[in-house]
């Protein structure tokens, strides 16, 4: 079109003259304060955006309308307007007991969801009596062995009204059992019960690195959840394909963006070759992205992110369902930003972040405490994370119009950006064969590491301040802050407990659905029937995975 | 010619937090060490067993986990009962401010809290190691 053409030149034409008439006597008079600007993912940022930059960018086709196709500017029509972001803090510690008085608190609090944090036993699929969890026993999150621990840990949390996340991946068809079970014993339906699986296990190999089987018998055991869900528990997330983790292990925004898109297609690949109608269990897959400092860059992520989805889901899955092309997503601030020292300055990069996630259009968040870098959070530094969204959600004026950053020149340019750099990756994926084989391969774990490096390194040239840490440090810091500390006995008492629960239970019953589960797993048959059934049986977290790693074997990382 | 510092980064327990050692492994081998990096979920064991193999002037072990009150001792333990008297240990990671005196008088050397410098980290190891025969 000429027409488009000659305004395009128009608007260079208009860019270059400001140059000449404005920009140059000021540069002479005062230069900038350095050569390259730079986002927290080492992209360079240009000193202005103006018309010359979006002219490739259509309203109709590239931004559009909140809730219309392509989505860019939000999936709701009312934005925030009707209905708040979910602010779900995760939390996680010690017994069963001590995490179920925080989720208590936080709920009293004024918190509107919940999400459970394990500790490694249980995130690699031991109980607290093994011998590889000698020291590691309720440290990282709580421990939770059998059902008899997930009962305690619900307690007096109705199931049919709290929806809860559970942040759990290898293991994560016997938590979800567990879950079930105890949904169950409350008398909540499972068609009404909500809430979310992490159960994103390509992440895992590429960030996470809490694996137990090989990927493609753990890809099996994820599409048997999504079968599972989709039958029996229609309202529950069975996934929540994780960015967040690949970004703290040293993405860029743009690796976040791909890989995390990259995996969900390849889960939906997986769901529609297990023969699932992908207008059916597809709108049930939602996302989880990381929010980092640099306030821009992370919004235009989640516009891109939108963006892209509804157009993969279109063009590469010819789906019909709008719900199907709704990108829906969890965010949570960037721990790995946070630091041990002067701790109390996390509390404002904290709320900054968040406020990224708000203006992105996040549908559920949550804010890092300021001892992240230290220990797991304090009652007091949980709090003060809560209160940090309520002041966003409630003070600033950013929840009362929909998608404020719409039409920046900046923001609709970072924004097509992204989503070219999340294309190219998919392009060098497909031509490895898909997300499964470039994990095999070592690319995504390759590309991540190196971005590690580089901004390590910028870190120590200085080029990326961190304050505190690289200028305006302190010798003398002020104020020292409490910690967590989390009780060595924690090992025995859960130790005791879940002999107690072996000796209780009916062997027989046991052994059976034991063996059920091994049944299932060697013919290629859909284990969560017989993973709830061992769960029932107080089979614990060990023995069934045990049985899983007997059939599927072990994974082995790598080397690279 | 100088004989190269040779260092073991190792990963104990279940803790799967890589960045930072793998950070540091390249960092250490750029300032032209010899680094070997054990890989995730290593006991003390495998990690003493490996560290004689590789007969290293230094093992440095990542720990972010909070696990490292059992773990580091006992690795500190097996490297003496395996003769490595000179084999310095080194911690990384995230360790309260009140278990470092602890860990010091258990044998670990130093313990480098987030936020270090990987300069810091080089510096420090050619100050301390000396490179055996
Ligand atoms: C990034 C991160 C993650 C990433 C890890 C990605 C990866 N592959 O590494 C993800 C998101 C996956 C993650 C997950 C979890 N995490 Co995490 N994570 C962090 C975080 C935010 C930053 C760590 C980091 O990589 N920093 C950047 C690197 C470069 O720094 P570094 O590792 O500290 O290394 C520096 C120094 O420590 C030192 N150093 C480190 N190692 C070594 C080794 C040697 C030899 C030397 C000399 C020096 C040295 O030098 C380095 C350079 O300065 C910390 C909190 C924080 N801000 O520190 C929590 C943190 C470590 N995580 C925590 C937890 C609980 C978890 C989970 C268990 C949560 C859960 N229940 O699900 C999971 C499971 C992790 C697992 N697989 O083991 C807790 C640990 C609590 C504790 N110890 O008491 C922390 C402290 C956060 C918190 N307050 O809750 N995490």
Redesign the pocket.
Known sequence: MPETKEIASQAQAEVERWEQETLAPALNKRPERKKRFETVSLDEVARLYTPADTEEIDFERDISFPGEFPYTRGIHPTGYRGKLWTMRQ?A?FGMPEETNGRFKYLLKQGQTGLSV????PT?MGYDSDSPLSEGEVG???VAVSSLADMEILFDGIPLEEVTVSQ??NAPASVLLAMYLVVAEKQNADWKRISGTLQNDILK?YI????WIYPIRPAMKLVTDTFEFCTRHVPRYNPISVSG??I????ATAIQELAFTLRDGIEYVEWGARAGLDVDEFVPRISFFFNAHNDFFEEIAKYRAARRIWSRVMRERFNAKNPRTLQLRFHTQT???????QQPLNNIVRVAIQALAGVLGGTQSLHT??Y???????TDRAALIALRTQQIISEETGAANTIDPLGGSYFVETLTKKMEDGALDYFQKIDAMGGMVEAIEKGFPQREIQES?YQY?KAVERGDQTIVGVNKYQMSEEPAEIST?V?DEAVRDLQVARLEQTRTRRDKGAVANALEKVKKAARDDENTMPATIEAVRAYATLGEICDALRDVYGLYEEPAF | MEKKIR?L??KPG???????????ARALRDAGMEVIYTGLRQTPEMIAAAALQEDVDA?????????HNTLCPRIVQLLRENGMDDCMV?????V?QEDIPKLKEQGVS?I???????ED?VK??REHVRPRE
């Open positions: 995760f996680g944090a394990y500790d490694l995130l440290k990282c999150g942040t759990i895992e960030a996470q690195k809490e967040y983790h970004r703290e292990a040293g960037a721990g790995v930003s946070l630091t041990v890092d405490a001892d992240e870098a230290l220990a797991l959070p590690a390590q967590l989390i | 260092v980064v190792a279940l803790d799967g937090h890589d960045r930072g050692a793998k950070v540091i093992v440095g072990v990542s720990i972010l986990s909070g696990a080194l911690v990384g990671g995230i309260p130093e480098f809290l987030p936020g270090t410098s990987t980290i420090f190891l």
